[in-house]
């Protein structure tokens, strides 16, 4: 090793789902939706002149419509590229105590990256056999609270009232609520950020908004809270929504019923699915999420994944304890579906 190497901040980077160039694949391993953007998004022009000038710091036209969706003040209301920046830019404001902050064993993989990243130590609490998050275990001392609800990859919901225990234990310091999939079937914590000013809710456009491609998150919580977040954000770059995503998010809000008609599609897919893939003999989690991690107890779950990639069908696999015998499978369309299912039936 150089010299010039021990000064490096080294890290082990989040490894993302694959994103492949071949064409006629069925993807589903990054919990993608499979319909378009409302088709608003679509008539929406993007100014290309406006090009040549920097973006509105504060990204007021989203943050408007994100606050007049929610009904909550503009000042309750940060964006970010994606919730992975609204999170990165959460763990760096409010994780700084010497305390470990905790997290569930199986959970989304980049929380420890980041923790990593900004030497943040941590503990990760073990699910139940069920995969449950157990409220009672975060009632120790902490350096700060995040998990998912519904939680990634298992596709489990929390109730609300242990969202609230969880919160009530750690008045504290702040806990972050991710709900990246609560659209599909959880109830949000949202309504607790008025009791609580310790609570951050983040959501993301990536999934029930079908915007994956144009980065767009946000977190919802008291002023006080935001207004940290913000400076955080602002000390590090200021222009982080692009002109397009500020406009196209915009206008994808304003299209409510297209928003819950996808999210149906989804979840009577996943019903089925679920159901389906329980006839194969695979032990599927009961998932409030627009995938299912599924195992089963003949063939392991890493030659099912290889065979399924060598038919063009793309699931995600973690070679991780406690986990290297399940799948998580994004929910598609009804026909890529049927297309797995069959593949399925051939190969077990
Ligand atoms: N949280 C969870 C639990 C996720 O699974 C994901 C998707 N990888 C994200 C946050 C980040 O999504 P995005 O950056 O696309 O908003």
């Known amino acids: 090793m150089s010299k010039w190497e ?48 920097y973006p509105d710091p504060a990204a007021d036209l989203l943050v408007s419509a994100i606050a007049g969706y929610h009904g909550v003040d503009k000042n309750r209301v940060f964006v970010g590229v994606g919730s992975d920046d609204v999170l990165a830019m959460s763990f760096l404001a409010f994780f700084n105590s010497d305390k470990p902050i905790l997290f569930p064993d199986v959970t989304y993989s980049f929380y420890d990256v980041w923790a990593n990243l ?32 519904p939680n990634a990859p298992t596709g489990r919901k929390l109730e609300l009232s242990k969202v609230r225990q969880i919160i009530e234990a750690n ?40 915007m994956a491609g144009i980065r767009i998150g946000y977190a919802i919580g008291q002023e006080k ?13 200021s222009y982080t929504m692009n002109r397009p995503s500020i406009v196209l998010g ?8 297209y928003f819950k008609e996808t999210i149906e599609k ?51 696999y973690f070679d991780k304890p406690r986990i290297d015998n399940f799948l998580r499978i994004t929910i598609g369309t009804d026909e890529q579906m049927d297309e797995f299912i069959a593949f399925l039936k051939e190969f077990i």
């Open 6 to 53: 021990d000064n490096v901040r080294k890290v082990v980077p989040y490894t993302p789902g694959e994103q492949p160039k071949i064409k006629n694949i069925i993807k589903l391993n990054t919990n993608e939706n499979p319909y378009p953007p409302s088709p608003l998004v679509r008539e929406t022009a993007i100014d290309m002149d406006d090009l040549k000038l």
């Open 118 to 149: 900004f030497r943040i130590p941590f503990t990760d609490l073990p699910l139940d056999d069920d995969f449950c998050i157990v409220p009672e275990d975060y009632e120790r001392e902490n350096g700060g609270v995040i998990f998912p609800n």
């Open 171 to 210: 008045r504290d310091v702040v806990v972050i609520v991710d709900e990246a999939y609560v659209d599909f079937g959880a109830e949000s914590a949202l309504p607790l950020t008025d009791e609580y000013d310790n609570l951050l809710v983040v959501r993301t456009f990536s999934k029930s908004r079908s």
């Open 225 to 237: 809270l935001i207004k940290y977040l913000s400076d955080v954000k602002y000390s590090f770059n």
């Open 250 to 257: 915009a206008a994808s809000i304003k299209d409510d019923a």
């Open 266 to 316: 989804v979840v009577a897919t996943r019903e089925r699915t679920t159901k389906e893939l329980e006839a194969l003999g695979f032990k599927v989690l009961p998932s409030k999420a627009n995938f299912v991690f599924a195992s089963h107890d003949k063939k392991p779950a890493k030659e099912i994944f290889a065979a399924a990639r060598e038919r063009g069908i793309i699931l995600r």
